[in-house]
C-alpha cells in the first residue's frame, strides 16, 4: 500500500491534495512529503495550494499546531509566520553549532527552542507579576513564565531581539525570586517544567577548545585566555534559579529527584569542560548542594567525577573543571566515616594520586593537596601509599613542579605517624637528597625547608642513624660548591642541626664521607693514569710507523 493514500496516479491527485489541505492543517505536511517524494515538479501547484490556504480563516486546530514550513523556502516561513505584535522577527535565522566540540550534554537542537525560528514567533511576551494575580493563578502563571524563558537567544549580535531578550531576563529573575520566597509549594508538574526549562538553557553543545582551534595541543592551558560564554546574562540566573530550586526547603528530594536523575547530574557534570570560570563556579556550588541533598545519588556522582579523571589522566590531559571537581571532593572526603571503605581507598589509589601525572598538575595542584591530605589525617597508615605515590611520578626536568611536591610532601609528612614513616623514609630521602643537589635554587631551598617543621625534625631524629647517611654527602656537596648563597647558608644550618642531634653520629658520616672522597679520588686518579699510559703507547707506535690497533 502506498504510504501516501494521496499519492500515486495522475488522475485527479491536485483535487485530492487540495481537499486535504483546505480541510486539516495536517494535510500541509503531506503536501511536502509529496514533493519529497513524488519529485515530479509541481511546487507551482504546491504554492497555488499554500496560498489558498493562507486566504482562509484558521481553524483552532491550526491555531495549535506548530508550522510545518519551519526548514522550507522563504515564501512558506512566511505564510506560516504568527500575526503578533509582539512576534520575533525570523529574517535572520542563525544557529550556534560546534560541531568541532563533542556534544557534552547530548542536548540535539530539536530539543532546544531557537529564537530565530518562525516556532517561537509571539513566545516573548509581557507577563503580570506574581504578586498581581491571586494565589490560586500563580502555578498556570509560574508555567508560562518557564515557556517564555524555554526560548533560546543568539547572543553573538547584541543587537539582536534587545527587547526580547530583557524579557526573558526579567522573567528569570522573577523565577528566581518566587523560588527563594516560598510564595506557595511547587507541585510535581512544575518542578517537572522547571527542570525542563532549566535543561534546555544550561544543556549544549560547547565551544571548541582554544587548542582546537590552533591545533596547538602543546600549548600551556594556564597561558590561554579562557572562553567567556556570550550568553551569560541568561545562563547566570538560569543556574541561580536551578541553584534555589535545590536548596529550596520547598523541594521534596523524593519528587525532586525523579526529573534531578542521574541523566541530569551527568549532563551537569559534563558541562564541568566550560572554559568560562564564572560557569564551573555555579556548576561546583550546584553539583555539592545536590551531592548533599540527594543521598541517593552520592555513589553515582562519586563514579562519574572517577570516570572524568580516568579519562582526563589516561587519555586527554585537557578538562576544565578538575580543580572545581577536586574541591568538591575536598569536602566529600572531609565527611567520610571512619573507617574508610575500600571504594575510597581504590579512589584514593586510582585516581587522585595519579593525578600528579599530567603536566598541567599546577592548575588544580592546590586542591589536590588538599583532598591527599584529608585522606592521611582520616587514616594515617595512608602515609606510606600516598608518599610512595608521590615518589612514583616525581618530576624529572620540571622544577616548578618539583617545588609543588616538596610543599604537598612537608603537608602529607605533618600527618604522618613513626611507623609509617619508617617504611618509605629510605627512598623519601634519597629522593630529598637529589632535590637538595638540585641547581635551581627553588627546589633545593624548598628541600631544606622541611627542617623548619618541628614534626619532621622528630621523625628524622627518631630515625637518624638510618637518614644521616642518606644526606650527609648531599649537604656537603652543597656546602662546598652550592652557587646560590641562600642555599649555602641554609645548608649550614642543617648541618648545625644535625651536630646538635648526634655529633657523634655526624662525625662517622664525616669520616665514612671522607673514606668515599678519597676512594673515588685514588680511583680517579688511576684512571688517569692508565689513559696516560695508553695515549703514550699509541703516541710511540704512531711516531715508528707502525699500525695501532684499537681493540
Given at each position: 500500500m502506498n504510504?501516501?493514500?494521496f499519492v500515486g496516479g495522475d488522475q485527479g491527485w491536485h483535487k485530492r491534495v487540495l481537499l486535504h489541505t483546505l480541510g486539516t492543517s495536517e494535510a500541509v505536511s503531506w503536501v511536502v512529503e509529496l514533493i519529497r517524494f513524488d519529485g515530479r515538479g509541481r511546487s507551482g501547484m504546491l504554492n497555488k495550494i499554500i496560498g489558498k490556504r493562507g486566504s482562509r480563516k484558521p481553524s483552532k486546530s491550526d491555531a495549535n499546531e506548530p508550522s510545518v514550513f519551519a526548514n522550507s523556502s522563504s515564501g512558506l516561513r512566511n505564510s506560516a509566520s504568527v500575526s503578533n505584535p509582539t512576534s520575533i522577527s525570523t529574517s535572520n535565522a542563525t544557529v550556534n553549532s560546534n560541531a568541532n566540540r563533542s556534544n557534552a550534554t547530548g542536548q540535539t537542537g530539536a530539543d532546544r527552542v531557537l529564537a530565530t525560528t518562525p516556532s517561537t514567533a509571539g513566545a516573548i511576551e509581557l507577563l503580570p507579576l506574581f504578586r498581581e494575580v491571586p494565589v490560586s493563578e500563580r502555578q498556570n502563571l509560574f508555567i508560562r513564565k518557564l515557556q517564555i524563558c524555554s526560548v533560546i537567544f543568539d547572543f553573538s549580535d547584541s543587537l539582536k531581539f534587545v527587547r526580547e531578550k530583557e524579557t526573558k531576563r526579567q522573567t528569570l529573575?522573577?523565577?528566581v525570586d518566587f523560588i527563594q520566597s516560598g510564595?506557595?509549594?511547587?507541585?510535581?508538574h512544575v518542578q517537572e517544567e522547571l527542570v525542563k526549562m532549566i535543561s534546555v538553557n544550561i544543556f549544549r553543545c560547547l565551544p571548541p577548545a582554544s587548542h582546537e582551534?590552533?591545533?596547538?595541543?602543546?600549548?600551556d592551558p594556564e597561558e590561554e585566555d579562557p572562553f567567556l560564554e556570550p550568553s551569560w546574562p541568561h545562563l547566570q540566573i538560569v543556574y541561580e534559579l536551578l541553584l534555589r530550586y535545590v536548596v529550596s526547603s520547598d523541594t521534596d528530594t523524593k519528587i525532586a529527584k525523579k526529573y534531578v536523575d542521574h541523566s541530569f547530574v551527568l549532563k551537569l557534570l559534563q558541562l564541568f569542560d566550560s572554559e568560562d570560570p564564572r560557569e564551573r563556579d555555579f556548576l561546583k556550588t550546584i553539583l555539592?548542594?545536590?551531592?548533599?541533598?540527594?543521598m541517593v545519588h552520592r555513589p553515582f556522582i562519586r563514579k562519574a567525577i572517577n570516570n572524568i579523571f580516568y579519562r582526563f589522566i589516561f587519555e586527554t590531559e585537557r578538562y576544565s573543571g578538575i580543580a572545581e571537581l577536586l574541591e568538591i571532593l575536598g569536602s566529600i572526603i572531609n565527611g567520610f566515616a571512619l573507617p574508610l571503605k575500600e571504594e575510597h581507598k581504590l579512589f584514593l589509589v586510582r585516581a587522585l594520586i595519579p593525578l600528579h601525572k599530567p603536566k598541567s598538575v599546577s592548575m588544580y595542584h592546590q586542591q589536590l593537596s588538599y583532598c591527599i591530605t584529608q585522606f592521611v589525617e582520616k587514616d594515617y597508615k595512608l602515609a606510606d601509599t600516598v608518599i610512595r605515590g608521590l615518589l612514583k611520578y616525581w618530576p624529572v626536568i620540571n622544577c616548578q613542579k618539583e617545588v609543588l611536591f616538596l610543599g604537598?610532601?612537608?603537608?602529607?609528612?605533618?600527618?604522618?605517624?613513626?611507623?609509617?614513616?619508617?617504611r618509605c623514609m629510605v627512598p623519601l630521602f634519597r629522593q630529598i637528597g637529589r632535590c637538595l643537589n638540585s641547581s635551581h635554587f627553588q627546589v633545593a631551598e624548598r628541600a631544606l625547608f622541611l627542617w623548619n617543621n618541628d614534626h619532621i625534625v622528630s621523625l628524622i631524629a627518631q630515625n637518624r642513624n638510618v637518614i644521616f647517611p642518606i644526606i650527609f654527602e648531599a649537604l656537603e656537596k652543597n656546602i662546598q660548591s652550592h652557587w646560590n648563597q641562600a642555599v649555602h647558608g641554609l645548608t649550614l644550618n642543617v648541618r648545625k642541626m644535625f651536630a646538635e642531634m648526634d655529633n657523634d653520629l655526624l662525625l662517622e658520616c664525616q669520616r665514612q664521607?671522607?673514606?668515599?672522597e678519597a676512594k673515588a679520588k685514588a680511583l680517579q686518579e688511576k684512571r688517569e693514569l692508565i689513559w696516560e699510559r695508553l695515549e703514550a703507547e699509541v703516541a710511540a707506535k704512531a711516531g715508528n710507523g707502525e699500525m695501532v690497533l684499537v681493540s
Amino acid at each position: 500500500m502506498n504510504a501516501f493514500p494521496f499519492v500515486g496516479g495522475d488522475q485527479g491527485w491536485h483535487k485530492r491534495v487540495l481537499l486535504h489541505t483546505l480541510g486539516t492543517s495536517e494535510a500541509v505536511s503531506w503536501v511536502v512529503e509529496l514533493i519529497r517524494f513524488d519529485g515530479r515538479g509541481r511546487s507551482g501547484m504546491l504554492n497555488k495550494i499554500i496560498g489558498k490556504r493562507g486566504s482562509r480563516k484558521p481553524s483552532k486546530s491550526d491555531a495549535n499546531e506548530p508550522s510545518v514550513f519551519a526548514n522550507s523556502s522563504s515564501g512558506l516561513r512566511n505564510s506560516a509566520s504568527v500575526s503578533n505584535p509582539t512576534s520575533i522577527s525570523t529574517s535572520n535565522a542563525t544557529v550556534n553549532s560546534n560541531a568541532n566540540r563533542s556534544n557534552a550534554t547530548g542536548q540535539t537542537g530539536a530539543d532546544r527552542v531557537l529564537a530565530t525560528t518562525p516556532s517561537t514567533a509571539g513566545a516573548i511576551e509581557l507577563l503580570p507579576l506574581f504578586r498581581e494575580v491571586p494565589v490560586s493563578e500563580r502555578q498556570n502563571l509560574f508555567i508560562r513564565k518557564l515557556q517564555i524563558c524555554s526560548v533560546i537567544f543568539d547572543f553573538s549580535d547584541s543587537l539582536k531581539f534587545v527587547r526580547e531578550k530583557e524579557t526573558k531576563r526579567q522573567t528569570l529573575l522573577e523565577l528566581v525570586d518566587f523560588i527563594q520566597s516560598g510564595s506557595g509549594k511547587i507541585t510535581e508538574h512544575v518542578q517537572e517544567e522547571l527542570v525542563k526549562m532549566i535543561s534546555v538553557n544550561i544543556f549544549r553543545c560547547l565551544p571548541p577548545a582554544s587548542h582546537e582551534n590552533t591545533g596547538s595541543e602543546n600549548a600551556d592551558p594556564e597561558e590561554e585566555d579562557p572562553f567567556l560564554e556570550p550568553s551569560w546574562p541568561h545562563l547566570q540566573i538560569v543556574y541561580e534559579l536551578l541553584l534555589r530550586y535545590v536548596v529550596s526547603s520547598d523541594t521534596d528530594t523524593k519528587i525532586a529527584k525523579k526529573y534531578v536523575d542521574h541523566s541530569f547530574v551527568l549532563k551537569l557534570l559534563q558541562l564541568f569542560d566550560s572554559e568560562d570560570p564564572r560557569e564551573r563556579d555555579f556548576l561546583k556550588t550546584i553539583l555539592h548542594r545536590i551531592y548533599g541533598k540527594f543521598m541517593v545519588h552520592r555513589p553515582f556522582i562519586r563514579k562519574a567525577i572517577n570516570n572524568i579523571f580516568y579519562r582526563f589522566i589516561f587519555e586527554t590531559e585537557r578538562y576544565s573543571g578538575i580543580a572545581e571537581l577536586l574541591e568538591i571532593l575536598g569536602s566529600i572526603i572531609n565527611g567520610f566515616a571512619l573507617p574508610l571503605k575500600e571504594e575510597h581507598k581504590l579512589f584514593l589509589v586510582r585516581a587522585l594520586i595519579p593525578l600528579h601525572k599530567p603536566k598541567s598538575v599546577s592548575m588544580y595542584h592546590q586542591q589536590l593537596s588538599y583532598c591527599i591530605t584529608q585522606f592521611v589525617e582520616k587514616d594515617y597508615k595512608l602515609a606510606d601509599t600516598v608518599i610512595r605515590g608521590l615518589l612514583k611520578y616525581w618530576p624529572v626536568i620540571n622544577c616548578q613542579k618539583e617545588v609543588l611536591f616538596l610543599g604537598e610532601l612537608e603537608e602529607v609528612l605533618e600527618a604522618t605517624q613513626s611507623a609509617e614513616f619508617q617504611r618509605c623514609m629510605v627512598p623519601l630521602f634519597r629522593q630529598i637528597g637529589r632535590c637538595l643537589n638540585s641547581s635551581h635554587f627553588q627546589v633545593a631551598e624548598r628541600a631544606l625547608f622541611l627542617w623548619n617543621n618541628d614534626h619532621i625534625v622528630s621523625l628524622i631524629a627518631q630515625n637518624r642513624n638510618v637518614i644521616f647517611p642518606i644526606i650527609f654527602e648531599a649537604l656537603e656537596k652543597n656546602i662546598q660548591s652550592h652557587w646560590n648563597q641562600a642555599v649555602h647558608g641554609l645548608t649550614l644550618n642543617v648541618r648545625k642541626m644535625f651536630a646538635e642531634m648526634d655529633n657523634d653520629l655526624l662525625l662517622e658520616c664525616q669520616r665514612q664521607y671522607l673514606e668515599k672522597e678519597a676512594k673515588a679520588k685514588a680511583l680517579q686518579e688511576k684512571r688517569e693514569l692508565i689513559w696516560e699510559r695508553l695515549e703514550a703507547e699509541v703516541a710511540a707506535k704512531a711516531g715508528n710507523g707502525e699500525m695501532v690497533l684499537v681493540s
